[in-house]
């Protein structure tokens, strides 16, 4: 496979896309965003990496340090964790709080905000997690710069009032381990993370790996990343999953800062970046973008 | 009308349904109370004060507070009230977020839990409302001793989890003025008032006299006394404010610390106690006794 | 009283409402309505009867026939009805399956669709209804001209899929006693009764005189007639019962072809029409009249 | 591969689970299936056909036919059919009205109940569609003998009101082409097909080999195969889809007849079929069966 070639020809079939949706407004620090900024990295299984755009500059990695945190509390737990949140799609916005009403306090899934909450409340208690998610970015990705932005985990806080009420709403139910606060704190944290395609691409690929890190260690069983990409294909992308497995065919996993992890189980890791958003919260072009690859490669899951 | 008799036929005819129901035991220091107390009083427009039983004890009054801070906030606001709560009966649970979600943050009601933070958060921004509600409560009652429980209200806070998460929600949709810890340290100190039958009777009299209080003072204009009266009739006892309408007929508010506050328009106040709760949250014995009360007089409002 | 002047001060008042609102245009053939007829009837428990403007004209009662479907089914009925139809307000639109759904396929209470089927199915099987809401509102009325009109019963039934579902839908879950057919065929004809504000006055002035009709005879025990005025307060407006309970301070019941009968216990009952409708489905002028009317003469029940 | 010997090892493991589950008991005809019962069935996409157990026995293949009608109505549609059906997971049970209520008539997917019924009313429109699947199951697996169950077929109709409800309500949004009751007669007619394991897994092998079907025509073309193997995959079992793409990781769609057809891309067709079902309709033993299936061959589509 000629990957620089390819990834070419995905750029072209992107660029009418380029520049449409909405920039997440939400926060200040995001609202910043320029909608034609449009980058995409692959890592191979074989350790490859290629790319083009904006594919070397950071971003705010948002949701998708959830696909990351649930690899680190599924590495430590012994259990529990299936049992405070389900593995289903919602049906319903990735913020909604009449799902976890309905459902007596248990999120349907660890990609909903509510179940995020719930996987870091558990990585709280494993493990320091701070360090945790940011070493293993490090390691993974080989690029010790990786770093919280500040910024935008201060703004996340301060427009923090709909997750305060999940996170709340989640200890009305006693589905939280440890306090409010720290939950919060620690979630702002890891939604405020900036990598670049490369670094997001190099440190998913374990999961076209079989569990198989940069370094060649063991991050998780294979059978619980087969798991992991059957949510990430059934929940990872807000309430429009079912088109992007239509459409792409990939387990992915995309954040309101324009970021897709896209895992091709045997193959590779691709992350895609455009700050311009869809209704459902996901970066148009890079879904576009991944449409394009999938439609070239013929390598869609299905 | 010779009162202490009908009170006794009202205490007869109650008998039956002394020790039924659930104490609420969301809080230690309610858990407590016991299903076989029961109180009444009844206080008339022209100053008759009569009452039965437990009828001096005081207890925790709880949402029966929402009647007197909506009264407060509705004699010092200039229309900015209704424009952030609504007036409809809301078909959910008191403690729902669920209508708040469909219905962007604007809460049905000002007697379920999000309007009444929503009157709290009002008149907090237009009074200095711990002194506001203690004094208009021992000014109307005529008992200066009335005070907070202080160990309610703490416990109150430390079992807030649900009631912070829909402060947090309110504010997410802008519907706060003042900050959410704020707001629920006062929400939590209204229903951690502990009053008697007899005060809460004699503090309620005003709405059965056109708006005058004890003192002959104007509390509301009358044409506001008849739409607390109706948005009592319809909203003031829970999910259960058809069923109460349908076998009382009077305005009334209920509170799960037992007590029930009942409005004859034009002749007098009621208030029953009695910890035992049905399934909606309100006073089984309170209930049946002012069916009895309505029935015996035949002074239902319809 | 002099209720001719009362009524010309009410119509004054209620001038600039009309030609407000929508004509409800779900079937052809009330979408012609004209939305700057109105009229006014008033007939008092004495035998009075009072009207200006279109109060002679007849118009499709729709839901107003559900006050008196109600009151034959009870007046026959051994205690069963109650247990298929609640008396909650819904917090749902008139026509939702949603409520229905969430509680098992059992209606609210018996002023919503799902509810008013439930109440002509039991009047199916315990009289020949059709005579029966015929026979009556002609006895009480006076007029033995009233008719269904088959104009507008046809257009339902053309245009009732939402009415088969709901129907369907009860009988999914064993809350019917008769063929879906014959229930909706029922239901469409009672909706489709034509009557003019003064023939719903004086037919519904039993609600007002505690049960006991025109010629004397009683119709209701007084308790099950404060039940039916209690029902009709909190649940007689659609979605807006809380919001004319606060307005106008009566038991009434609107119905889409523009009409509202209010009760004024003791004293009168009331028939307002004009075809412009407000978001909720209630009589724009209507409503105004009836707020008119309270305010002048203070009679409402709060 | 050894099949044989592979498929005895895929009962091994099963025979835990046989007899587990609670067989579908709304309609008589199928509340006497047998538990203990169970097949599978292999059709590879190079023409073998393998099978142990119950696999040679036809049982009521319910929502199973929702596949095929789904690629009868794609393979004739001209782009009308997405407009009308959506494609994401419902996140609600397969038979809720309240989704098509909220979303205002549109079925979130092709595989609840209310999605399969457009398809269905789609398919009437553009094809005599008893033909058309009878003639194209038939055609696809060889045997001629197939069947609609005459008895089942009407056992459904009779206890069909929550369908009929499910397809009035579409017809009220204007999302029907077709007469109520020929939607319906069609839609219960499908689902009474009788089928074996063999059957299905052959007549299912073109969704395996990219669109080619047994006699080397093509159904589909290769997108709208790989589309519909996302929608299976997302939508395909009930409200547990997130579940079995967690334990199997195969795009599956089951029927509470108690079979499960699942295709493993590029290889095969696999139909199970056990009656016992869990609290989500699928079957417990055809679940398990899949589930040592993909963790013995290691071919999840993860």
Not at 230 to 247: I, P, S
Not at 250 to 267: D, E, M, N, T
């Amino acid at each position: 496979m000629d990957y620089p070639s390819l990834l070419e020809q995905v750029v072209d079939a992107t660029r009418p896309y380029l520049g449409s949706g909405r920039v997440a407004d939400y926060i200040p620090a995001l609202a910043e965003a320029d909608r034609h900024r449009f980058g995409i990295a692959l890592s191979t299984v074989d350790g490859q990496v290629h790319g083009t755009g904006d594919w070397t500059e950071p971003f705010s990695i948002q949701s998708i340090s959830k696909v990351f945190t649930l690899t680190l509390a599924l590495a430590r737990d012994e259990g529990t964790l299936w049992r405070r949140v389900g593995r289903e799609p919602s049906g319903t916005p990735f913020n909604s709080l009449v799902q976890l009403e309905t459902e007596q306090g248990i999120p349907r899934n660890p990609f909903i905000n509510a179940g995020a909450l719930v996987v870091t409340d558990r990585l709280l208690t494993l493990a320091d997690p701070d360090d945790a998610l940011l070493d293993f970015l490090r390691g993974e990705s080989g690029n010790r710069e990786i770093q919280v932005d500040a910024e935008v985990a201060r703004s996340e806080a301060e427009h923090g009032d709909r997750l305060a009420a999940l996170t709340h709403f989640l200890a009305s139910y006693g589905n939280l381990e440890n306090p409010v606060t720290s939950v919060l704190e620690q979630y702002f944290g890891q939604c405020s993370v900036a990598m670049s395609c490369r670094d997001l691409a190099v440190a998913g690929t374990f999961l076209a790996r079989q569990g198989i890190g940069s370094t060649g260690r063991r991050i998780l069983p294979s059978r619980d990343v087969k798991r992991t990409n059957a949510v990430m294909l059934t929940c990872g992308t807000y309430d429009a999953a079912g088109e992007f497995a239509y459409r792409v065919g990939l387990p992915g996993k995309s954040g309101v800062g324009g970021g897709i992890l896209a895992i091709v189980p045997g193959r590779c890791a691709l992350c895609v970046f455009s700050p311009g958003l869809d209704t459902a919260g996901n970066s148009v072009a890079g879904v576009a973008a991944l449409d394009a690859f999938t439609t070239l490669t013929g390598w869609s899951v299905f």
